[in-house]
C-alpha cells in the first residue's frame, strides 16, 4: 500500500519515493477545491480547481458550476536568491486538510491546503523554513491578481488571486509563512477579505462536528480511519445556495443540485443518524424540492434539481425515482425521530407510495423505464432495484403512519408490501450459474451486482446463494464488484450496498473479508481516502454519496439498524472473528443519543443516561425503544 495510518487514526500519510499523482476534493458552504499533488518526471504537481456552486455559467445545467484550473503563473511561487524554487515532495499528509511537505536546496517548504468553510474561497498556506547556513532572499513569481472572467445569469463571474507575501530576506533556522487565497465572486460584489488563518481554525472545527457524531471503535485502523474519512466526505459537501442548503455530489460536476438516488436515498437516512442541524437541513431540503412535482396527474417526478432547485433534469426517463423517494424520505424521517419532520414529509411519502402502486405491472413488480445508472446498464421495463426499494420503503411508511395512529393506511401499506415481496421471488428469482438468486429484470441471462438489493431490505430467501454469486468469480473483482459480469465496470455504490447485504444476510466472515479488502485498497492504496463513483467511467471521482453509503455498512449492515418508529428500531449486531469488538458511541437518532457496545459474548445499546435499552448475543435481533 502506498500510504501509512498516523496520529491516531485522524490522518494518511505518504513517504514520497517514486512518481505519483492524484486528488482530493475538499468543500464548504460557497467553495469545492479540488486540489491534484504529486511529483512526476517534470518535479513538484500542486494544482487547486476551484468550484463555485452558487457561481452558475451558461446554459445553467446540471453541469454549470463556475470552475477552473488555476494556472501556475497566477500562483505566488517561491523565488530563491533570484532562481524559482525547484521544490521536491518528500511526505504528504491527509487529515480534512492537505499538507504537502517538500524540500527545496537547503529550505523546508509546507503547504497545507483547504477551502473556507462559509465563502467562495479557498487557501494555501505555505512555510518556508531556512535549515541552511546562510540567509536567503525570498520573492515571488507573481503576488497574484485576476485570474479569469466569465458570463454567467447572474452576472459576471470573477476568480481572483491574492497573497500577503513580502520579499524577505531569511535567517538561517529562521520560518515564514504567507498564504494564497483563491476567490471567486460577481463582478459587482467585494472580495471576501477573511483572516486565512481563522478560515483554517475554522476548517479544522468543521472537520471536528463532522467526524464526532457516531465515534467508530473497532480496534482496526483501517476499518475506524475510513470510516472517519468517510463521515468527513459525506458531510462536507453541502452548499449555501439560493435555496437553502444543499448536499450534492460535488466530482466536478455535481453541485447546487440533488438527485433521488445519491442525496434522497443514499446520504438523507445516514445523515438522520449524526443529529447534524446542517446535515438535517440539507436532507429536508433535497426532500422538498420534489414536493412540486408530486400532482395528482401522477407523473414520474424529476431524477434531479439542479442550478440552485430552479430547474429540474429528467433524461433517462422514471428510474424509480419514487420508490427510491418513498424509500429515502420514510427511514429519514422515522430515523431523525422528529415529529416535525415526519408531519412535513408524510404527504409526499403518501404520494409516492401511491405513485408505485400505480406502477405495480401485471408480474407484480414496480416498473421503472431504468434505474440509477441511467440507461447505461440494460434493465428491462421492471427492475430489483426499484422493486426492492419500494417494498422496504412501503414497510417504512407503514411505520411512519402507525406512528400518527392510521392504522388503515398502515395495513395498506404492509399489504402491498407482502405482495412485493412474493413477487420479487417469482418474478426475479432465477439460477444463474447453478446458483439460486436473481435476474436483475425479466431477460437478464447474466449476474449483476444489484442482485444484492433484497438482502438490504431483509429478505433473505435466497441469501446463500446471493452472497456466493456477489463474491464469485464472475462479479467480485479486487477493487470491488463489477457492474455485470463480463463488463469491465465497477461502480462503487453497487460494491457498499453489496457488503452491507453480505453482512445483514449473516455472512459475516465473507463480509469481513471483502469489507478490509475494499477498505484497504479505498484508504490507502492508489486512489485515497474516499469511497469512489465508478472506474474506469467517471475516473474514480470522490462523490460524497458513496462515502455515505460506507457508514451505511456498518449501521445497516454490521449493526442492522432498522427503523420501526419515530422512537423505535431493531438492530441485530454480528461481529466479524478478526474484530475484538465494535463500538459506535454518539448516536443521535430516534430522538435521544445513544451508544452501540459489541463484543464476542454480545452487545448491548445504551442510552446516554446510562440506561441499558438493549442487550442481546451476536445475531441476535432487538426491538429497542428510546
Given at each position: 500500500?502506498?500510504?501509512?495510518?498516523?496520529?491516531?487514526?485522524?490522518?494518511?500519510?505518504?513517504?514520497?519515493?517514486?512518481?505519483?499523482?492524484?486528488?482530493?476534493?475538499?468543500?464548504?458552504?460557497?467553495?469545492?477545491?479540488?486540489?491534484?499533488?504529486?511529483?512526476?518526471?517534470?518535479?513538484?504537481?500542486?494544482?487547486?480547481?476551484?468550484?463555485?456552486?452558487?457561481?452558475?455559467?451558461?446554459?445553467?445545467?446540471?453541469?454549470?458550476s463556475y470552475q477552473l484550473d488555476i494556472p501556475d503563473s497566477f500562483m505566488p511561487r517561491l523565488v530563491v536568491n533570484g532562481e524559482k524554487a525547484?521544490?521536491?515532495?518528500?511526505?504528504?499528509?491527509?487529515?480534512?486538510?492537505?499538507?504537502?511537505?517538500?524540500?527545496?536546496?537547503?529550505?523546508?517548504?509546507?503547504?497545507?491546503?483547504?477551502?473556507?468553510?462559509?465563502?467562495?474561497?479557498?487557501?494555501?498556506?505555505?512555510?518556508?523554513?531556512?535549515?541552511?547556513?546562510?540567509?536567503?532572499?525570498?520573492?515571488?513569481?507573481?503576488?497574484?491578481?485576476?485570474?479569469?472572467?466569465?458570463?454567467?445569469?447572474?452576472?459576471?463571474?470573477?476568480?481572483?488571486?491574492?497573497?500577503?507575501?513580502?520579499?524577505?530576506?531569511?535567517?538561517?533556522?529562521?520560518?515564514?509563512?504567507?498564504?494564497?487565497?483563491?476567490?471567486?465572486?460577481?463582478?459587482?460584489?467585494?472580495?471576501?477579505?477573511?483572516?486565512?488563518?481563522?478560515?483554517?481554525?475554522?476548517?479544522?472545527?468543521?472537520?471536528?462536528?463532522?467526524?464526532?457524531?457516531?465515534?467508530?471503535?473497532?480496534?482496526?485502523?483501517?476499518?475506524?480511519?475510513?470510516?472517519?474519512?468517510?463521515?468527513?466526505?459525506?458531510?462536507?459537501?453541502?452548499?449555501?445556495?439560493?435555496?437553502?442548503?444543499?448536499?450534492?455530489?460535488?466530482?466536478?460536476?455535481?453541485?447546487?443540485?440533488?438527485?433521488?438516488?445519491?442525496?434522497?436515498?443514499?446520504?438523507?437516512?445516514?445523515?438522520?443518524?449524526?443529529?447534524?442541524?446542517?446535515?438535517?437541513?440539507?436532507?429536508?431540503?433535497?426532500?422538498?424540492?420534489?414536493?412540486?412535482?408530486?400532482?395528482?396527474?401522477?407523473?414520474?417526478?424529476?431524477?434531479?434539481?439542479?442550478?440552485?432547485?430552479?430547474?429540474?433534469?429528467?433524461?433517462?426517463?422514471?428510474?424509480?425515482?419514487?420508490?427510491?423517494?418513498?424509500?429515502?424520505?420514510?427511514?429519514?424521517?422515522?430515523?431523525?425521530?422528529?415529529?416535525?419532520?415526519?408531519?412535513?414529509?408524510?404527504?409526499?411519502?403518501?404520494?409516492?407510495?401511491?405513485?408505485?402502486?400505480r406502477k405495480i405491472n401485471e408480474g407484480g413488480v414496480v416498473a421503472s423505464d431504468r434505474d440509477e445508472l441511467e440507461g447505461r446498464f440494460p434493465?428491462?421495463?421492471?427492475?430489483?432495484?426499484?422493486?426492492?426499494?419500494?417494498?422496504?420503503?412501503?414497510?417504512?411508511?407503514?411505520?411512519?403512519?402507525?406512528?400518527?395512529?392510521?392504522?388503515?393506511?398502515?395495513?395498506?401499506?404492509?399489504?402491498?408490501?407482502?405482495?412485493?415481496?412474493?413477487?420479487?421471488?417469482?418474478?426475479?428469482?432465477?439460477?444463474?450459474?447453478?446458483?439460486?438468486?436473481?435476474?436483475?429484470?425479466?431477460?437478464?441471462?447474466?449476474?449483476?451486482?444489484?442482485?444484492?438489493?433484497?438482502?438490504?431490505?431483509?429478505?433473505?430467501?435466497?441469501?446463500?446463494?446471493?452472497?456466493?454469486?456477489?463474491?464469485?468469480?464472475?462479479?467480485?473483482?479486487?477493487?470491488?464488484?463489477?457492474?455485470?459480469?463480463?463488463?469491465?465496470?465497477?461502480?462503487?455504490?453497487?460494491?457498499?450496498?453489496?457488503?452491507?447485504?453480505?453482512?445483514?444476510?449473516?455472512?459475516?466472515?465473507?463480509?469481513?473479508?471483502?469489507?478490509?479488502?475494499?477498505?484497504?485498497?479505498?484508504?490507502?492504496?492508489?486512489?485515497?481516502?474516499?469511497?469512489?463513483?465508478?472506474?474506469?467511467?467517471?475516473?474514480?471521482?470522490?462523490?460524497?454519496?458513496?462515502?455515505?453509503?460506507?457508514?451505511?455498512?456498518?449501521?445497516?449492515?454490521?449493526?442492522?439498524?432498522?427503523?420501526?418508529?419515530?422512537?423505535?428500531?431493531?438492530?441485530?449486531?454480528?461481529?466479524?472473528?478478526?474484530?475484538?469488538?465494535?463500538?459506535?458511541?454518539?448516536?443521535?437518532?430516534?430522538?435521544?443519543?445513544?451508544?452501540?457496545?459489541?463484543?464476542?459474548?454480545?452487545?448491548?445499546?445504551?442510552?446516554?443516561?446510562?440506561?441499558?435499552?438493549?442487550?442481546?448475543?451476536?445475531?441476535?435481533?432487538?426491538?429497542?425503544?428510546?
Amino acid at each position: 500500500m502506498r500510504w501509512n495510518i498516523t496520529r491516531d487514526g485522524n490522518a494518511i500519510e505518504w513517504l514520497v519515493t517514486d512518481l505519483h499523482t492524484d486528488d482530493i476534493e475538499m468543500a464548504g458552504f460557497g467553495c469545492a477545491d479540488v486540489v491534484k499533488y504529486g511529483m512526476t518526471e517534470e518535479g513538484f504537481v500542486l494544482l487547486h480547481h476551484p468550484v463555485y456552486p452558487t457561481l452558475r455559467t451558461r446554459p445553467n445545467n446540471t453541469h454549470a458550476s463556475y470552475q477552473l484550473d488555476i494556472p501556475d503563473s497566477f500562483m505566488p511561487r517561491l523565488v530563491v536568491n533570484g532562481e524559482k524554487a525547484a521544490e521536491t515532495l518528500t511526505r504528504v499528509e491527509i487529515d480534512g486538510t492537505l499538507i504537502l511537505e517538500c524540500t527545496a536546496g537547503d529550505l523546508a517548504v509546507t503547504h497545507v491546503c483547504y477551502p473556507s468553510t462559509k465563502y467562495r474561497v479557498t487557501y494555501e498556506a505555505v512555510t518556508v523554513k531556512n535549515n541552511g547556513a546562510s540567509p536567503v532572499k525570498l520573492t515571488a513569481t507573481t503576488y497574484g491578481g485576476e485570474v479569469d472572467q466569465k458570463m454567467g445569469p447572474m452576472g459576471i463571474n470573477i476568480t481572483e488571486v491574492f497573497t500577503d507575501f513580502a520579499d524577505t530576506v531569511l535567517e538561517s533556522g529562521a520560518e515564514y509563512t504567507y498564504y494564497i487565497t483563491i476567490c471567486g465572486r460577481v463582478a459587482n460584489e467585494a472580495p471576501v477579505n477573511i483572516c486565512p488563518a481563522d478560515e483554517y481554525r475554522a476548517r479544522i472545527r468543521n472537520i471536528e462536528r463532522l467526524i464526532t457524531p457516531m465515534k467508530l471503535d473497532t480496534g482496526n485502523a483501517t476499518l475506524d480511519t475510513m470510516f472517519r474519512f468517510a463521515k468527513l466526505r459525506a458531510g462536507e459537501s453541502v452548499f449555501d445556495t439560493m435555496y437553502g442548503l444543499m448536499h450534492s455530489p460535488g466530482g466536478f460536476s455535481y453541485y447546487a443540485a440533488t438527485w433521488c438516488n445519491d442525496q434522497v436515498e443514499y446520504a438523507g437516512p445516514y445523515f438522520a443518524y449524526t443529529g447534524d442541524d446542517d446535515l438535517l437541513e440539507a436532507s429536508m431540503n433535497a426532500y422538498r424540492m420534489y414536493m412540486p412535482f408530486m400532482s395528482n396527474r401522477y407523473e414520474p417526478i424529476p431524477s434531479s434539481v439542479i442550478a440552485e432547485g430552479v430547474d429540474y433534469w429528467n433524461g433517462a426517463g422514471d428510474r424509480g425515482d419514487a420508490a427510491m423517494y418513498l424509500y429515502g424520505a420514510s427511514r429519514f424521517a422515522l430515523t431523525t425521530g422528529r415529529t416535525d419532520y415526519a408531519e412535513e414529509l408524510l404527504p409526499a411519502i403518501e404520494w409516492c407510495a401511491e405513485y408505485c402502486k400505480r406502477k405495480i405491472n401485471e408480474g407484480g413488480v414496480v416498473a421503472s423505464d431504468r434505474d440509477e445508472l441511467e440507461g447505461r446498464f440494460p434493465t428491462g421495463t421492471a427492475n430489483l432495484c426499484t422493486s426492492t426499494l419500494a417494498y422496504s420503503g412501503y414497510l417504512c411508511a407503514a411505520s411512519l403512519e402507525r406512528s400518527f395512529c392510521n392504522e388503515e393506511k398502515a395495513a395498506e401499506y404492509e399489504a402491498i408490501a407482502a405482495g412485493l415481496r412474493d413477487s420479487i421471488e417469482t418474478y426475479f428469482g432465477a439460477n444463474i450459474h447453478g446458483m439460486d438468486t436473481y435476474k436483475y429484470y425479466a431477460e437478464c441471462e447474466v449476474l449483476r451486482s444489484w442482485i444484492c438489493m433484497p438482502l438490504c431490505v431483509g429478505i433473505y430467501d435466497r441469501a446463500a446463494e446471493t452472497v456466493k454469486a456477489l463474491s464469485s468469480e464472475w462479479l467480485m473483482m479486487p477493487e470491488g464488484m463489477l457492474t455485470a459480469e463480463g463488463c469491465p465496470t465497477i461502480w462503487d455504490r453497487s460494491t457498499l450496498y453489496g457488503l452491507r447485504g453480505i453482512f445483514a444476510a449473516g455472512d459475516t466472515e465473507k463480509g469481513a473479508e471483502l469489507l478490509m479488502t475494499y477498505a484497504t485498497n479505498r484508504l490507502l492504496g492508489e486512489r485515497v481516502p474516499y469511497a469512489v463513483e465508478a472506474y474506469p467511467e467517471g475516473g474514480k471521482r470522490h462523490l460524497s454519496g458513496e462515502s455515505a453509503l460506507f457508514c451505511k455498512v456498518i449501521t445497516e449492515g454490521i449493526l442492522d439498524m432498522t427503523p420501526t418508529g419515530l422512537s423505535t428500531f431493531t438492530i441485530k449486531p454480528s461481529l466479524p472473528a478478526t474484530l475484538d469488538h465494535l463500538y459506535m458511541t454518539g448516536i443521535r437518532a430516534h430522538g435521544g443519543i445513544f451508544d452501540v457496545y459489541v463484543e464476542k459474548d454480545g452487545y448491548k445499546v445504551i442510552r446516554s443516561d446510562g440506561k441499558v435499552l438493549a442487550e442481546g448475543a451476536l445475531g441476535e435481533c432487538a426491538a429497542v425503544k428510546i
